[in-house]
């Protein structure tokens, strides 16, 4: 029973600071935008990542999904936030050459953001200030479900997948 006794203190000695450093490489919910999304009166959930997931009901009973990442990115003076929205999948993980080149297109003539790959979905990334206003926040992620849904409708013929 002694022996025991003293290895307790050896054992939470190697796995407390495991313990705290999952803690700290599990990212925070960015404090500013639940707040924005809560102002909005958005509902949404948090993901593992710590980012905002978000599912809006639209015209005709189709749906979309978007995400705000709580991580910013920075390059000189700029910071910036994304908001995703996805609009296709691919069965196989390729994108056929003329699908990959429709969303360059589409990223060259909209208003805002571009078309990129992640992994085998197809999203529609929107970069805004990272000090954002929430009525710009809101711009950005409308703009975001509403393009990336009609993509989604092109690109499938109709399906709602997201």
Do not use: C
């Amino acid at each position: 029973m002694r022996a025991n006794a003293l290895l307790l203190p050896f054992l939470l000695a190697f796995a407390l600071p495991a313990v705290a450093d999952e803690r700290a490489a599990t990212p925070e919910a960015d404090p500013l935008v639940r707040a924005q999304l809560e102002a909005l009166d958005y509902g949404f959930e948090v993901d593992e990542d710590g980012d905002f997931k978000l599912l809006f009901d639209l015209e005709e009973g189709r749906s979309q999904l978007a995400y705000v990442i709580s991580t910013t990115e920075e390059y000189g003076a700029l910071q910036v936030r994304e908001v995703w929205s996805p609009a296709y999948r691919s069965d196989d993980g390729d994108f056929p050459a003329a699908l990959a080149n429709r969303l360059l297109q589409a990223s060259h003539t909209g208003k805002l953001g571009a078309w990129v790959r992640q992994d085998d979905i197809a999203v529609l990334v929107v970069k805004v200030p990272a000090s954002a206003t929430g009525a710009e926040l809101d711009a950005a992620i409308n703009y975001a479900i509403h393009v990336a849904d009609e993509m989604e409708v092109e690109l499938t013929g109709g399906k709602d997948a997201f």
